[in-house]
């Protein structure tokens, strides 16, 4: 892992990349959405990190020869993975439209045993995808490997942490890649409920979105708190207030020309931070269920 300090790379460049790998990842969900078992949450459409291929890898699709979807981030490859982590075909993605990415993929999934016509473009609500290029007939451009390669670095840095939190919180959900949004996140449960809602905290990473452009690792407590006294927070932290609330670190304000370990404890210090935080705040004037009424254990800092 190397995460670049971000003033090495234009901003520009690494929203374009953002947007080029958004649409990228849509191969893996469509392929779930159409073939996969579906789940009422629709998870069975996100995807998740596979440390050891080095890829974004989908569910697993049930089929003669069973199979899962992945993309190699950095060069914006297509991989059909079987059953065993072993790659049967691969698509390199530069210089190839969203259409044509669509039609490999077919061909390859039919050669499997599945029924590859099912697999569609994805609709998402109007305003709530971003727009781009590719959507409307332009090839895929991977040559900005450098802005690829950070926003990998951000994901594997996460993921990582988030496994952390998942092994010291039994109420933690597993860990996703949601495609609409493009967001690696969890979900910790507490026991009680508040004003009639679960207490929920989500932890995650945004690649960049309306809220803020660049990559931003966030933490909100839900129901939201009371903005009036919110907590100071560690590693240059802040908390958002507006339409949602939550704390969140942008990764400009990680310390420059710091190493990689520096700046992946300045994020894991934002996080023990910001989720004892919420821990604390949604704890206050909560209605205990006798039944659920057990201790939640915080994050532990693995460094």
Known sequence: MSMMTPATINPQALIESRLK??????????????????????????????????????????????????LEPVSLTL?????????????????????????????????????????????????????????????????????????????????????VIATTNKNASAIHIWPHH????????????KNGHPLTIGIGLSPGDTSYPEPYWYIYPYPYPDTANLPILDGQAFWHTQHWVGAVLRSSQLAENANAETRQQQIAAFLHSALNASITLLKQNVSWDRAVNAPVSGFVNPL
């Open 79 to 163: 991989i059909v993975v079987d059953d065993q982590n072993d790659a049967i075909a691969s698509l390199p993605l530069h210089g190839k439209t969203m259409r044509e990415g669509l039609e490999w993929l077919q061909q390859e999934v039919s050669k499997l045993g599945a029924d590859a016509s099912k697999i569609v473009s994805l609709d998402y609500p109007p305003n709530d995808f971003p727009d781009h290029p590719l959507a409307h007939g332009a090839a895929f451009d991977a040559s900005q490997a450098l802005a690829l390669r950070e926003l990998a670095d951000y994901y594997i840095t996460t993921d990582r942490l988030l496994q």
């Open 182 to 193: 493009l967001d690696i996140a969890m979900l910790i449960t507490l026991p009680g409920t």
């Open 21 to 70: 790998l958004h649409y990228a990842v849509q191969y893996i969900a469509a392929t779930a959405a159409a073939l996969a078992e579906p789940l009422p949450d629709n998870s069975h459409t996100s995807f998740g990190w596979n440390p050891a291929l080095k890829v974004f890898v989908g569910s697993m699709i049930p089929a003669t020869q069973p199979f899962q979807v992945a």
